[in-house]
């Protein structure tokens, strides 16, 4: 007999949580989600040790990150967000219906290591900025988690966060431009190996993503639009993409604009 999801925000013991949810999985959300008992007993210690790190760095917990409860189904969303705009609430909105998550919390970088950073605003303007744009929405959470890990490397801040919360459910949140240059960012693989990948359209995008390297390496691990729901508890690699209200506005064209206004 299945027993219920333990609603946001209950604390539960790890172990309990990790059978519960796995059972839940393998019954409703036949999607690539393996569970610990249809494994061989040679293969289950290792999927255990992967989801699960058999120890912790004690240094982890001087980070200040977020509140996450066991259970809860958390998007991430990176970037620089210079200036943070609608485009961004768009895509926010729509993995949280979609996605069913609990929340989303925005990483707001140092920098981006693919951009030049030149005339960069300050980490905390920004947060700033995206805390007021976001102000009306309490299930997004801003935080410039990345500046105290002292990296701007998706792939740190996942393994990080992994380690510091394996009972929540994260899914890394990005724009269809994103995944268009996603080959290019360090240890692609390791990130999506990580957690599972929704993909948000992004006006003009929507070719240039679906027939770009990664999106074609990963065919095979792509989840049916009409099944993003269950994509928060798929064993990574796995990605959805999905479609939304297309939001003209960019970061790009907001800076050129404001440039332009100010005779730069």
Known sequence: M???????GTIVSSTALNVRRHRIDSAALPIRVKTLACLPPQHRQSREIRVRPPHRNTSDFMI???????????????????????GHLAVARTALKRL???RIWWLVSPGNP??????????????AA??????????IHVTGLEAELGSVYTAHTLAFLVRR??????????????????HDWKRWRDI?????????D???????????????????????ENRAAALPFATPPAWTFLPTRLSPQSSTALRLAKAAQSGI
């Open 2 to 8: 299945l027993r219920p999801m333990p609603l946001p």
């Open 64 to 86: 200040k990150a977020p509140p996450a409860a066991a259970g809860q189904r958390i998007g991430l969303m990176g970037g620089s967000f210079n200036p943070p705009h609608d």
């Open 100 to 102: 069913r998550l609990n």
């Open 114 to 127: 693919l951009k030049a950073n030149d005339g960069l605003p300050a980490l905390s303007e920004r947060i």
């Open 130 to 139: 995206c805390r007021t744009l976001a102000r009306n929405d309490a299930r």
């Open 165 to 182: 919360f394996p009972d929540v459910h994260f899914v890394w949140v990005m724009g269809a431009d994103n995944l268009a240059s996603f």
């Open 192 to 200: 999506a190996s990580a957690v599972p990948i929704a993909v948000i």
């Open 202 to 224: 992004r006006p003009g995008w929507h070719l240039a993503a679906m027939n770009a390297p990664v999106a074609r390496a990963l065919a095979r691990n792509r989840i049916p």
